[in-house]
């Protein structure tokens, strides 16, 4: 009996054992890029490390949305068993970080000169307390405008520079008969285009104030009240079945020529690839009117979690590569984004990508390099929300005047806070 | 148990009836142990611990500190925000609307359906699937097929547009103030048929020497339906009750695939709110409350009607 005991033991042991080498040399990932061009995008990432040596393991995820990531994610923490990394996004990964589940990447960061190519702004979220703990992959920008080319020569339209510009543009479209903005209905897609038109309406330092430092004399001003006026205006222009839609659907409209324009960040651009078009001969991108030199952005971070020593080593070839000029060129040439570090070269990128760089290393020695409080960069979920769900209300007709959104806004954030 | 069994060696034709029938007396509860420790434990303990969550400060991640009932203040002050709609009081007076149209609707719908069904008809065996059917599908499949049909731009009234009948509108689904009620049609849609096959199981259980009885005394159809068959019928209005009630509290998933919370959130269920402001917002004590005020609604509604419902039981 003893005897089977001790057997039985040495077995499960040897087990655990050649099961644990083979967990060291092992990238565990959480993440939510499935679909077509992002899976092909990560694949480069999973090239790189098997060079290495290092396996990629993905961890599943029911569901698929970020949502579902997410709740997975919080329940796996909750029972110690941590991912060697996850994508995450914005105030997430400082929650986490906050928990102490998070890594420290700082020698790395150190050795690989991280703090000197990654945006000031970035490091807000990548850097808790001193310590790197997320390695940030790309920068998206949401202050885009998308335009059909043929639209636009259709109806001899110009690249709109003020706010009064694009009203004139769109009017233009609407008396050629052609549905002028192509918006999705949802809270997010609707506050994404909110945040863009309050840096138009405001300028850059009043974004900051407002959307930033939640600060409560912004919130409550008449600029504000300016910007949702503005944001009536540019509703008056979508078309009657725009609630619900879902983004991809409106850039499909706009592809098609259905639509003359959308504004979308820069995943947009992701769309018009996979339907073969090209930037600058189908299709335009331009700052939306009375943004460009400051970039409102998001960006995906792979979180890196306090895992134990022996997997410590496979975290570290995935922090290396993921930050890697060229992984970061060749993913972010796929998925739309700018590269997370502002020293790589823009050569493989289109136009669009060109200026997207160009952009994103302005703003950051500018200083107006925001983060989108829409997209959850500007202020922790809470308070982002609540924000959504006034500015959907306000689009959708529940709150009807601006006077009565400034006042719901500054109660619901206060409300979040 | 060793002493048990030499005491079977010792006696063994009078103690083997005993440990056997003592066995079938323990059996039933051996058997239903494990699931009734899993119950306890994963449902009404973390119904407990909901409750107690409501009561801390949790945010991202539960936290064990107990600071008061302000999760339920502020549910309580959302409650009277009428205008503009706070997110909590739409969820709650969507969850009226819904939950009266649904079930009354399935009842009546139901009944109906299973009464002209159970006329001796022809071709029973093809028409009793074909309403079942949809039951069959998830949420989410019910959910977006209504989408895409209710969608002005592609489905229904797209198609009569085309046909001619261009003056028709139908936009329930884009409209703030009506798009509760395209949850409702797409819900009764999917559970009708399956209250039928409840309601027709209940008609083919009735004695139809009651119903010759009462035609012999001169009752009329509409009589006889009316006096006999519906209050025979009561046992399955209750099971059918249950069954749309905790269905329509249920449901996340056909507001989601539907509307996706609807234009401004003007969809919302209180389950919505609960999985938003836990999971997405990060507010666990806020979520976890209106969870728990959830459970209590349902208490409030369902025990009462329990009560009245089994109280003549044992006749």
């Known amino acids: 009996m003893l005897r089977k005991l001790l057997i039985g033991t040495a077995l499960a042991t040897t087990f655990a054992f050649s099961a644990h080498a083979e967990d060291v040399k092992e990238v565990q990932m959480l993440h939510w890029w499935t679909s077509g061009g992002e899976a092909a995008a990560l694949n480069v990432l999973k090239g790189d490390l098997a060079k290495e040596g290092y396996a990629w393991k993905d961890v599943p995820v029911a569901g698929g949305g970020g949502d579902a990531a997410m709740t997975a994610l919080k329940a796996m923490v909750a029972a110690g068993n941590y991912p060697t990394a996850s994508q995450m996004l914005g105030y997430t990964v400082l929650d986490y970080a906050a928990a102490g589940v998070m890594g420290d990447l700082t020698e790395t960061a150190k050795k690989e000169g991280w703090d000197k190519s990654v945006p000031a702004a970035l490091q807000k979220f990548s850097v808790y307390d001193g310590k790197w703990v997320a390695a940030p992959v790309n920068v998206h920008s949401v202050n885009w405008l998308w335009i059909n080319k043929a639209v636009m020569d259709k109806i001899g339209g110009a690249e709109p520079k003020t706010f009064d510009d694009f009203v004139a543009l769109l009017d233009k479209a609407k008396a050629a008969g052609v549905i002028p903005l192509a918006l999705g209905g949802q809270n997010w897609q609707e506050a994404t285009m909110f945040d863009s038109v309050v840096l138009s309406t405001g300028g850059p330092e009043f974004y900051k104030k407002a959307f930033n430092d939640l600060d409560d004399a912004s919130l409550k001003s008449d600029t504000m009240k300016k910007s949702f006026d503005n944001l009536a205006k540019l509703v008056t222009y979508v078309d009657p079945n725009f609630s619900g839609r879902d983004w991809n659907l409106a850039t499909a409209m706009v592809i098609k020529g259905d639509a003359l324009v959308q504004v979308m960040g820069d995943w947009a651009k992701g769309e018009f690839h996979a339907a073969n078009k090209t930037p600058g001969t189908d299709f335009l991108c331009y700052r939306f009117p009375g943004t460009d030199g400051s970039v409102i952005y998001n960006s995906d971070m792979f979180g890196m979690f306090n895992v134990p020593d022996d997997r410590k080593a496979a975290q570290v070839a995935l922090a290396t590569a993921t930050l890697s000029k060229s992984f970061q060129s060749a993913f972010n040439v796929v998925k739309g984004s700018v590269p997370a570090r502002t020293d790589v070269p823009d050569t493989d990128f289109d136009a669009c990508g060109k200026k997207g760089i160009a952009d994103l290393k302005a703003a950051n020695d500018g200083g107006t390099l925001f983060g989108s409080l829409a997209q959850g960069y500007g202020a922790p979920p809470a308070v982002a929300n609540a924000y959504k769900d006034v500015v959907s209300k306000f689009v959708h007709g529940q709150i009807k005047t601006s006077d009565e959104a400034v006042t719901e806004l500054v109660k619901a954030i206060d409300d979040a806070k | ?315």
């Open chain 2, 1 to 315: 148990m060793s002493v048990a069994t030499s005491q079977i060696k010792l006696t063994p034709e009078r103690s083997r009836p005993s440990v056997r029938s003592r066995l079938q007396d323990a059996l039933p509860k051996i058997v239903l142990a494990p699931s009734f420790a899993i119950t306890i434990v994963f449902v009404y303990g973390f119904i407990l611990w909901t409750i107690y969550l409501s009561f801390t400060n949790s945010k991202t991640f539960p936290s064990y500190v107990i600071t008061g009932p302000r999760a339920y203040q502020r549910l309580w002050g959302w409650t009277f925000d009428s205008d503009p709609p706070s997110s909590w009081y739409t969820s709650i007076v969507n969850m009226g609307i819904f939950g009266f149209l649904y079930i009354a609707i399935c009842l009546a719908l139901g009944l109906f359906l299973a009464i002209l069904l159970d006329q001796k008809i022809r071709g029973e065996g093809v028409l009793r699937p074909i309403y079942l059917y949809p039951m069959a599908l998830s949420f989410i499949v019910t959910g977006v097929a209504w989408k895409w049909f209710l969608d002005p731009g592609l489905g229904l009234e797209q198609t009569l547009h085309q046909w001619g009948w261009t003056s028709f509108h139908f936009d329930w689904i884009k409209n703030k103030d009506f798009v509760i009620y395209t949850v409702v049609i797409a819900g009764v849609w999917q559970a009708s048929g399956f209250i039928m096959a409840m309601f027709l199981a209940g008609l083919r259980g009735i004695d139809g020497e009651i119903m010759k009885a009462a035609q012999i005394d001169g009752a009329t159809t509409f009589q006889l339906y009316r006096r006999i068959v519906i209050p025979l019928l009561r046992p399955i209005f209750l099971s059918a009750f249950i069954v749309l009630a905790h269905l329509a509290i249920k449901s996340y998933d056909l507001v989601v695939a539907l509307t996706s919370g609807g234009p401004g959130g003007s969809a919302w269920l209180p389950s919505n709110f609960m999985y938003e402001y836990t999971f997405k917002r990060n507010e666990m004590a806020v979520g976890s409350a209106s969870a728990v005020i959830m459970l209590m609604t349902i208490v409030a509604i369902i025990v009462p009607y329990l009560y009245s419902e089994l109280r003549e039981k044992p006749r």
